[in-house]
């Protein structure tokens, strides 16, 4: 079993930054990939950024690209996503997300997740 803990989230301005973090324990033999799945208000989940948990392959989704940043610290087991020069459409419910496929895209190819944590953007 893996469990997985988001923090970070919170109110920023447009243009501002934050910085989440996912705490990861269990069966980490389990994990080949580490994502970031965002959740806005009536809208279906989708992909932000993965992260290979062993080699340091990642991928991003094309309206973060630039100004995220996926990483890890295997020694602490924690998954990061570093969110720059954020804007409205960012608002939405993190979730980290661990998979056993390489650099998976779809969350349907994720098996365990985080409860999310909030991220909410002002104009």
């Known amino acids: 079993q893996v469990h997985l803990v988001e923090s970070g989230g919170g109110l920023v301005q447009a243009g501002g930054s934050l910085r989440l973090s996912c705490a990861h324990s269990g069966r980490r033999f389990s994990t080949t990939t580490m994502g970031w799945f965002r959740q806005a208000p009536g809208k279906e989940r989708e992909f932000v950024a993965a992260?290979?948990?062993?080699?340091?392959?990642?991928v991003y989704a094309d309206s973060v690209k630039g100004r995220f940043t996926i990483s890890r610290d295997n020694p602490k087991n924690t998954l990061y996503l570093q969110m720059n020069d954020l804007n409205v459409d960012d608002t939405a419910v993190y979730y980290c997300?661990?998979?056993?496929?390489?650099?998976?895209?779809?969350?349907?190819?994720?098996?365990?997740w985080g409860q999310g944590t909030q991220v909410a953007v002002s104009s």
């Open positions: 992260i290979s948990w062993i080699l340091d392959n990642t």
């Open positions: 997300a661990a998979s056993q496929d390489n650099l998976c895209i779809m969350a349907e190819g994720y098996d365990y």
